[in-house]
T-cell receptor
Framework: GQQVMQIPQYQHVQEGEDFTTYCNSS?????IQWYKQRPGGHPVFLIQ?????EVKKQKRLTFQFGEAKKNSSLHITATQTTDVGTYFC????????????FGKGTHLIIQP | DGGITQSPKYLFRKEGQNVTLSCEQN?????MYWYRQDPGQGLRLIYY???????QKGDIAEGYSVSREKKESFPLTVTSAQKNPTAFYLC????????????FGSGTQLSVL
Protein backbone atom coordinates (compact mmCIF):
# COMPACT_ATOMS: atom_id res chain seq x y z
CA GLY A 1 0.00 0.00 0.00
CA GLN A 2 0.91 3.64 -0.20
CA GLN A 3 3.47 4.88 2.30
CA VAL A 4 4.30 8.46 3.20
CA MET A 5 7.59 9.04 4.99
CA GLN A 6 8.15 12.29 6.85
CA ILE A 7 11.41 13.57 8.29
CA PRO A 8 12.70 14.63 10.69
CA GLN A 9 10.57 13.25 13.51
CA TYR A 10 11.70 16.02 15.88
CA GLN A 11 13.33 19.39 15.20
CA HIS A 12 14.64 21.74 17.86
CA VAL A 13 15.36 25.29 16.71
CA GLN A 14 16.16 28.60 18.32
CA GLU A 15 13.49 31.21 17.83
CA GLY A 16 14.25 33.07 14.63
CA GLU A 17 15.90 30.12 12.89
CA ASP A 18 14.39 28.45 9.84
CA PHE A 19 12.69 25.04 9.83
CA THR A 20 11.98 22.50 7.10
CA THR A 21 10.09 19.21 7.09
CA TYR A 22 10.09 16.78 4.18
CA CYS A 23 7.63 14.20 2.90
CA ASN A 24 8.25 11.38 0.46
CA SER A 25 5.62 9.09 -1.00
CA SER A 26 6.17 5.59 -2.35
CA UNK A 27 3.65 6.32 -5.13
CA UNK A 28 2.73 9.27 -7.33
CA UNK A 29 0.20 11.49 -5.63
CA UNK A 30 -2.80 13.35 -7.02
CA UNK A 31 -2.30 15.98 -4.34
CA ILE A 32 -0.69 16.51 -0.98
CA GLN A 33 -2.10 18.29 2.05
CA TRP A 34 -0.39 19.81 5.09
CA TYR A 35 -1.85 20.06 8.59
CA LYS A 36 -0.67 21.62 11.84
CA GLN A 37 -1.49 20.24 15.28
CA ARG A 38 -0.75 22.42 18.29
CA PRO A 39 0.16 20.64 21.55
CA GLY A 40 -3.04 19.25 23.07
CA GLY A 41 -5.03 20.23 19.98
CA HIS A 42 -6.32 18.71 16.80
CA PRO A 43 -4.95 18.86 13.23
CA VAL A 44 -5.88 21.97 11.28
CA PHE A 45 -5.64 22.12 7.50
CA LEU A 46 -2.96 24.45 6.16
CA ILE A 47 -2.81 23.94 2.40
CA GLN A 48 -3.26 21.58 -0.53
CA UNK A 49 -0.83 21.26 -3.45
CA UNK A 50 -2.02 19.75 -6.70
CA UNK A 51 0.27 20.65 -9.59
CA UNK A 52 3.71 19.24 -10.33
CA UNK A 53 6.38 21.67 -9.13
CA GLU A 54 3.84 23.86 -7.36
CA VAL A 55 5.05 26.37 -4.78
CA LYS A 56 2.68 28.18 -2.44
CA LYS A 57 3.37 30.70 0.30
CA GLN A 58 1.47 31.65 3.42
CA LYS A 59 3.32 34.49 5.16
CA ARG A 60 6.47 32.81 6.55
CA LEU A 61 5.46 29.31 5.35
CA THR A 62 6.52 28.00 1.93
CA PHE A 63 5.11 24.74 0.58
CA GLN A 64 6.54 22.86 -2.40
CA PHE A 65 5.33 19.87 -4.41
CA GLY A 66 7.96 17.94 -6.33
CA GLU A 67 8.10 17.64 -10.09
CA ALA A 68 7.33 13.93 -9.92
CA LYS A 69 4.50 14.53 -7.43
CA LYS A 70 6.07 12.11 -4.95
CA ASN A 71 7.66 14.52 -2.49
CA SER A 72 6.84 17.75 -0.74
CA SER A 73 8.32 20.14 1.78
CA LEU A 74 7.22 22.80 4.24
CA HIS A 75 9.68 25.56 5.10
CA ILE A 76 9.14 28.11 7.85
CA THR A 77 11.29 31.24 7.78
CA ALA A 78 12.29 32.89 11.05
CA THR A 79 10.33 30.67 13.42
CA GLN A 80 8.23 32.15 16.19
CA THR A 81 6.92 30.53 19.38
CA THR A 82 3.48 30.38 17.78
CA ASP A 83 4.88 27.90 15.23
CA VAL A 84 5.28 25.20 17.90
CA GLY A 85 3.41 22.01 17.10
CA THR A 86 3.42 18.94 14.90
CA TYR A 87 3.28 19.32 11.14
CA PHE A 88 1.76 16.48 9.14
CA CYS A 89 1.73 15.86 5.44
CA UNK A 90 -1.03 13.74 3.95
CA UNK A 91 -0.67 12.25 0.52
CA UNK A 92 -3.71 11.61 -1.63
CA UNK A 93 -3.40 8.72 -4.05
CA UNK A 94 -6.60 9.74 -5.78
CA UNK A 95 -8.47 6.65 -4.68
CA UNK A 96 -11.28 8.46 -2.94
CA UNK A 97 -12.15 8.86 0.73
CA UNK A 98 -9.60 6.33 1.92
CA UNK A 99 -6.85 7.60 -0.34
CA UNK A 100 -5.33 10.02 2.18
CA UNK A 101 -2.24 8.66 3.93
CA PHE A 102 -0.67 10.68 6.72
CA GLY A 103 3.02 10.95 7.46
CA LYS A 104 4.04 10.46 11.08
CA GLY A 105 4.60 14.17 11.55
CA THR A 106 7.46 16.45 12.51
CA HIS A 107 7.41 17.88 16.02
CA LEU A 108 8.74 21.44 16.00
CA ILE A 109 10.17 22.57 19.33
CA ILE A 110 11.27 26.20 19.62
CA GLN A 111 13.67 27.49 22.25
CA PRO A 112 13.28 31.18 23.03
CA ASP B 1 -20.52 28.30 14.45
CA GLY B 2 -20.14 25.32 12.12
CA GLY B 3 -17.87 22.52 13.14
CA ILE B 4 -17.33 19.04 14.48
CA THR B 5 -18.08 18.16 18.07
CA GLN B 6 -16.56 15.16 19.77
CA SER B 7 -17.47 13.92 23.20
CA PRO B 8 -16.37 13.08 25.75
CA LYS B 9 -12.94 14.73 25.86
CA TYR B 10 -11.63 11.99 28.15
CA LEU B 11 -12.93 8.42 28.48
CA PHE B 12 -11.87 5.47 30.56
CA ARG B 13 -12.57 1.88 29.66
CA LYS B 14 -12.62 -1.11 31.94
CA GLU B 15 -11.46 -4.46 30.66
CA GLY B 16 -14.16 -6.27 28.68
CA GLN B 17 -16.22 -3.13 28.26
CA ASN B 18 -17.45 -1.52 25.05
CA VAL B 19 -17.34 2.26 24.91
CA THR B 20 -18.82 4.66 22.36
CA LEU B 21 -17.27 7.92 21.20
CA SER B 22 -19.59 10.57 19.84
CA CYS B 23 -18.99 12.70 16.74
CA GLU B 24 -21.46 15.26 15.39
CA GLN B 25 -20.98 17.73 12.53
CA ASN B 26 -23.10 20.64 11.32
CA UNK B 27 -21.05 21.39 8.21
CA UNK B 28 -23.44 19.44 5.96
CA UNK B 29 -20.51 17.29 4.87
CA UNK B 30 -21.18 13.95 3.20
CA UNK B 31 -18.03 12.17 4.37
CA MET B 32 -16.96 11.41 7.92
CA TYR B 33 -13.92 9.62 9.26
CA TRP B 34 -12.41 8.17 12.41
CA TYR B 35 -8.65 8.28 12.96
CA ARG B 36 -6.53 6.90 15.74
CA GLN B 37 -3.44 8.81 16.86
CA ASP B 38 -0.67 7.18 18.87
CA PRO B 39 2.53 8.98 19.88
CA GLY B 40 4.99 8.87 17.01
CA GLN B 41 2.55 7.01 14.75
CA GLY B 42 0.74 9.79 12.95
CA LEU B 43 -2.93 9.34 12.08
CA ARG B 44 -4.32 5.97 11.04
CA LEU B 45 -7.74 5.52 9.47
CA ILE B 46 -10.19 3.30 11.34
CA TYR B 47 -13.47 3.71 9.41
CA TYR B 48 -14.98 6.16 6.98
CA UNK B 49 -18.41 6.87 5.55
CA UNK B 50 -19.34 8.77 2.42
CA UNK B 51 -23.10 8.43 2.69
CA UNK B 52 -25.75 7.67 5.27
CA UNK B 53 -26.18 3.97 6.08
CA UNK B 54 -22.89 3.08 4.40
CA UNK B 55 -19.34 2.87 5.74
CA GLN B 56 -16.04 1.19 4.91
CA LYS B 57 -13.16 -0.20 6.92
CA GLY B 58 -9.93 1.72 7.02
CA ASP B 59 -6.45 0.41 7.75
CA ILE B 60 -7.04 -0.58 11.39
CA ALA B 61 -10.77 -1.44 11.72
CA GLU B 62 -10.37 -4.58 13.84
CA GLY B 63 -11.92 -4.15 17.29
CA TYR B 64 -13.99 -1.13 16.25
CA SER B 65 -17.50 -0.60 14.90
CA VAL B 66 -19.39 2.41 13.54
CA SER B 67 -22.83 3.45 12.37
CA ARG B 68 -24.06 6.26 10.12
CA GLU B 69 -27.79 6.54 10.67
CA LYS B 70 -27.80 10.31 10.22
CA LYS B 71 -25.68 12.55 8.03
CA GLU B 72 -24.62 14.59 11.05
CA SER B 73 -23.54 11.73 13.29
CA PHE B 74 -20.83 9.06 13.08
CA PRO B 75 -20.31 7.34 16.46
CA LEU B 76 -17.40 4.97 17.02
CA THR B 77 -17.62 1.97 19.36
CA VAL B 78 -14.41 0.58 20.76
CA THR B 79 -15.22 -3.03 21.53
CA SER B 80 -13.64 -5.40 24.03
CA ALA B 81 -11.95 -7.08 21.07
CA GLN B 82 -9.64 -4.06 20.74
CA LYS B 83 -6.82 -5.13 23.03
CA ASN B 84 -4.84 -1.91 22.92
CA PRO B 85 -7.44 0.88 22.88
CA THR B 86 -5.44 3.59 24.66
CA ALA B 87 -5.05 6.37 22.11
CA PHE B 88 -6.27 9.78 20.97
CA TYR B 89 -9.28 9.39 18.67
CA LEU B 90 -10.03 12.04 16.07
CA CYS B 91 -13.21 12.40 14.08
CA UNK B 92 -13.08 14.32 10.81
CA UNK B 93 -15.35 15.29 7.96
CA UNK B 94 -14.96 16.45 4.37
CA UNK B 95 -17.32 17.81 1.74
CA UNK B 96 -17.70 14.73 -0.44
CA UNK B 97 -15.02 12.20 0.47
CA UNK B 98 -13.09 12.76 -2.74
CA UNK B 99 -9.77 13.47 -1.06
CA UNK B 100 -10.44 17.11 -0.25
CA UNK B 101 -9.35 18.76 3.00
CA UNK B 102 -10.42 17.38 6.33
CA UNK B 103 -12.00 19.23 9.23
CA PHE B 104 -11.17 17.63 12.58
CA GLY B 105 -12.96 17.55 15.91
CA SER B 106 -11.10 18.25 19.15
CA GLY B 107 -10.57 14.57 19.87
CA THR B 108 -11.25 12.03 22.62
CA GLN B 109 -8.48 10.59 24.77
CA LEU B 110 -9.35 7.00 25.64
CA SER B 111 -7.50 5.24 28.44
CA VAL B 112 -7.81 1.78 29.95
CA LEU B 113 -8.34 1.40 33.69
Amino acid sequence: GQQVMQIPQYQHVQEGEDFTTYCNSSTTLSNIQWYKQRPGGHPVFLIQLVKSGEVKKQKRLTFQFGEAKKNSSLHITATQTTDVGTYFCAGNSGGGADGLTFGKGTHLIIQP
Amino acid sequence: DGGITQSPKYLFRKEGQNVTLSCEQNLNHDAMYWYRQDPGQGLRLIYYSQIVNDFQKGDIAEGYSVSREKKESFPLTVTSAQKNPTAFYLCASSQTGGGEKLFFGSGTQLSVL
